[in-house]
């Protein structure tokens, strides 16, 4: 589903991301883990399209849908937000709307919601259309335990229903538990552990992983 050899970027004179090989099949998850600045969304962001690798070569599916980290509304109630692009999908926004517990603001301004619902109502948007791969930067991140939930669980019935390859940045265990079956945490742009989420963080394959691990916020 998409394929990176030999990625580079160099952002004035400091190399961000450096990953000899990654591959990822179709219908996978995968969660990117690493501290700030680590390179996490940098290469969501070149899967994406949005920036150009200094070197190297990507290949991805399209369609391709990209969720930043930093979520807005537009003009409108939380229903016209949803349906964006996508006015023949009032059945599926609204599923998605009741999926996420959005479904009694769907005539609220949107600008109105707080972060936790903003967030939510960004992941409907995205989600009310078909994808070959779902590129998602800290998609829970304004959200409670409770919300995180609800998103991680349509998360999970849009994959099986399209087929598609998920990609995740996190900075919670939780969520590269529960939503991925492989995890990648990465450290100054490099691969620093590459599997099973609970094998890496039961047994951490480096002094530096285990040591992330061990201050990984819960």
Excluded at 137 to 160: F, K, N, Q, V
Aim: hydrophobic share 40%; aromatic share 4%.
């Amino acid at each position: 589903m998409f394929e990176c050899n030999r990625l580079k970027k160099v952002y004035r004179e400091r190399v961000v991301l450096e990953i000899e090989s990654l591959s990822l099949s179709q219908g996978e998850t995968l969660a990117l883990a690493g501290a700030n600045g680590s390179g996490k969304t940098t290469l969501l962001r070149i899967l994406a399209g949005n920036l150009k690798p200094t070197e190297g070569e990507v290949r991805t599916a399209s369609p391709i849908l990209y969720l930043p980290q930093r979520s807005y509304a537009f003009r409108g109630t939380v229903l016209d937000n949803v349906l964006l692009g996508a006015n023949d999908q009032k059945e599926e926004a609204l599923r998605l709307l009741v999926e996420t517990e959005l479904l009694p603001l769907k005539d609220k301004k949107a600008s109105s919601l707080s972060g936790g619902e903003l967030q939510r109502l960004a992941f409907c948007r995205l989600l009310v259309r078909p994808c070959k791969l779902l590129l998602l930067d800290e998609p829970t991140s304004a959200c409670d335990a409770a919300g995180a939930r609800l998103l991680l669980a349509a998360l999970e019935r849009y994959r099986e229903k399209h087929g598609c390859t998920v990609v995740l940045s996190t900075h919670t265990p939780v969520v590269a538990t529960q939503a991925a079956k492989r995890l990648i945490i990465l450290h100054n742009g490099r691969i620093e552990a590459d599997g099973d989420p609970q094998t890496i963080l039961q047994s951490p394959s480096s002094d530096w992983a285990k040591e992330f691990i061990a201050g990984w916020r819960i």
